[in-house]
């Protein structure tokens, strides 16, 4: 039987990010491409007939969602392109690319022009690949539990590729009797999207999920070291490097890990009050300081006992040589949130709804405020916004602008105000 490679959610250009320079690419996006171009080397040394990607290899968009210019992503595809040349150049069969979530169609659609017959972007389709017949299930990806179209799939067949979001540790995905469904349809299933690889998922013998190949700022839940504060710094968990591919070969399916050039380190403080918190993350990095191989650290933080993420980053920013992510996970202590009896509420309220009450229990001084609060402030378009820092800074500002004549704040020293604290603004 033919020796197949299946590769998935490189996520590649998730690390293109916003830099006006033409030529400068980030140190993450450098290091991605390294990890690439050596996990690309491993695989041809497996000597796979064909290889199969199984979504979110490239990626189009950054991690906030935004897509990433074209100009950005420009700056990595001559090398991107290289390493998939060299990939074709060294199989039989050549490359198949499935589409994930995060992938464009037209990215795939471009490479497969450019890179010619040996790069095939496959769709809700069946293809012979050497001796194997296997059927490339398009993406219905959605947020939360959904569905897909069964009764279009073909009722039989040897191989399954797709990139769907398994039902796992309560998380709801696409519906676990789909899975069973395709499983009693194909001999073998194969799912990207989960960065984990797994045998038999879902108690399902023939259903296998795929290793992430290499680390992207879409970490799911990897790591390599873990520092838990409080706790024992000088001995962090380690753990095997969670990436990787998997090599089918006659019946024997394998899980070929590749161990990254930089670990992964996940910091997980666990403090009481936000200044447990600036403590643990000192005697954390210090700890990270002592490590030899502290310039090749991509550190990612979740944090217990703090309101705002600014409170960790202030602390993160005076060690410049270690690469903290910038996703930092923010947990506020249970008992932090005051609850607040809205007496008579039992239900989820609309906002005009809230507006009504809150204006109904305050008198007539403080509901003119009130209102025009909720007509620039607490607007349903301002709480569904992304609240980046030019929306904090603006509402903020607008904020201090309607109170101000309410507490008899004169316009002079508001704005004297304003501009002394404008330049704290971190500027996206
Ligand atoms: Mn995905």
Known sequence: MSRIAILSDAHLLIQAERFRD?????????????????????VIAEQPEAVILAGDMFDEREKGGEWVADSEAAKYWPEIRNELERLIAHTTYGVYALRGNHDSGSVLKELEDHLGDGF?????????????????????????????????????????????TLPWGGIPGLEEELFQELSRRFCLL????????????LDIPNFYALPALIPSREL???????????GDLDN??????????????????SFQRYAPIQSIVKVEIKGNSPAEVVTGVNEVYSA???????????????????MFRGTVTKETNKYPEINTLDDIDIQPRKEDRKSVELRGLDKVITL????????????????????????????????????????????????????????????????????RVDPLWKRR
């Not at 194969?190 to 998922?201: I, L, Q, V």
Request: glycine share 6%.
């Open 352 to 419: 005009s709804e809230l507006e009504a009450k809150a204006l109904a229990s305050l008198a007539w001084r403080d509901r003119d405020l009130a209102e025009s609060l909720f007509d620039e402030i607490f607007t349903a378009e301002n709480l569904s916004r992304r609240a980046d820092s030019n929306l904090q800074r603006f509402l903020f500002q607008k904020l201090l602008e309607l109170a101000a004549p309410h507490y008899g704040v004169s316009p002079e020293r508001l704005n004297s105000f304003l501009l």
């Open 190 to 201: 194969f799912d990207g999207h989960m960065h984990h690889f797994a045998r038999s998922p």
């Open 288 to 306: 990270l300081m002592k490590r030899e191989d502290r310039d090749k650290l991509w550190v990612w933080i979740s944090a217990r006992g703090v």
């Open 22 to 42: 033409e030529n400068y690419r980030s140190p993450r996006g450098e290091i991605s491409l390294e990890n690439f171009n050596r996990v690309i080397s491993q």
């Open 120 to 164: 095939h972007f496959v769709r809700d389709e069946e293809r012979d690949i050497g001796d194997h017949r296997v059927y490339f299930l398009e993406t219905r990806y959605r947020q939360g539990s959904y569905r897909i179209p069964v009764e279009q799939l073909p009722g039989e067949g040897e191989i399954l590729i797709m990139h769907e």
């Open 236 to 253: 962090p968990e380690a753990k095997d490097s969670p990436f990787g591919y998997v090599i089918l070969d006659g019946n024997d399916i």
């Open 220 to 230: 799911k839940n990897a790591f390599t070291v873990k520092y838990e504060w409080p």
